[in-house]
C-alpha cells in the first residue's frame, strides 16, 4: 500500500514540513520506497516531480524540502507498489488535462478488476490499476459534462458517484486536484486537519521536527492538510468514513459526500457551497 499528501489553502502556501514527514515514510519510517512524486498547482497548471526511488534518500525530494515552492493546492505520495513495476511511468501522481486544466490524481489501494472497465480518450502510460482507475474516472467526467460545470457541486457528486463505482473494485483511497478544489476519497484510512488562528507548534510523527505556525502565519490563513495516517503527534486529526468524499476549497471543507451505494446518482452531502472562484 502507499501513502498520500494533500495540501488545499486559502493563501499560497509551502508544503515543506508535511512532505518532511511523508518523505521519511519512503523508506525510512515507512516500507514506501517504491518511487514518490509531488505535484504543485499553479493556477490550472500543475509543475510534477515524480522519481521512481525512495523519497527518503532522494536528493531531488531534499531540494524540493529546502526549497520552498508556495502553492494554493498540493498532491503528494510514496508508493509501495502492488501492481506494475517501480518505473517513472508508474509512479503516482498522475496528470491529465481535461477541460483546460490539469487534473493530479494519487491512489493508495488495489483494483483488482479495473482493467476491465471501458476507457474514452485518456490511455495509461504505466502497467498500474491506479492509473487506469484514474483514466476511467476522467473520462467518465468528460462524457458527463461538455466543459467545467458552471455550479461546483455538480463535479463534486459526479467524482462521488464516480469514485464509489469505481471503489467496489477494491480499495480505493484517493486524492484529486483540479487546480481549484482537492478532493480525497476515503476508502479504507484517510484523516485531515485544518490549520487555522490561533496557531500553534506541530511535531512530526516521524522525526523531532517541529514548526510553530503562528510565526510563519497572519490570522486569515487556513490550510487543510490531508494523509493516509496523521503526521504529527500533538494535533487533533479527523477520521474519515469509509465511502466518504472530502471537498476542500480555500483551506476549507466544504462538503462530505457519501453516495448511498456504488452508482448512485445522488449523493448525500454534508457542509456549505463554495465561495465563488
Known sequence: MCELLGMECNVPTDIV????????????TGPHGDGWGLAFYEGRAARVFLEP????????????GEHPIKTMLAVGHVRRRTRGKTTLANT?????????????????????RVRRRRLGRFRPIGQTDSEHAFCCLLARLDRRFAGYPRRPSDLWEAVADIGAELGADGTFNFLLGDGRHLYARCSTKLWYIIRKAPFGVAQL????????????????????????????HNETWTQGRPGDLWVFDRGT???TLT?????????SRRGSPAPPR
Open 253 to 255: 471543507l466544504v462538503a
Open 205 to 232: 510523527a516521524d522525526e523531532d521536527v517541529r514548526i510553530d505556525f503562528s510565526r510563519v502565519t497572519t490570522a486569515r490563513d487556513r490550510v487543510a492538510i490531508v494523509a493516509t495516517a496523521p503526521l504529527t
Open 17 to 28: 514540513f508535511s512532505f518532511t514527514g511523508l518523505r521519511l515514510r519512503g523508506g525510512k
Open 259 to 267: 453516495p448511498a451505494r456504488a452508482g448512485s446518482s445522488a449523493p
Open 53 to 64: 526511488a525512495p523519497a527518503a534518500r532522494s536528493p531531488l525530494a531534499s531540494f524540493l
Open 92 to 112: 503516482h501522481p498522475f496528470a491529465r488535462e481535461l477541460w483546460g486544466r490539469t487534473w493530479v490524481f494519487a491512489h493508495n489501494g488495489t483494483l483488482r
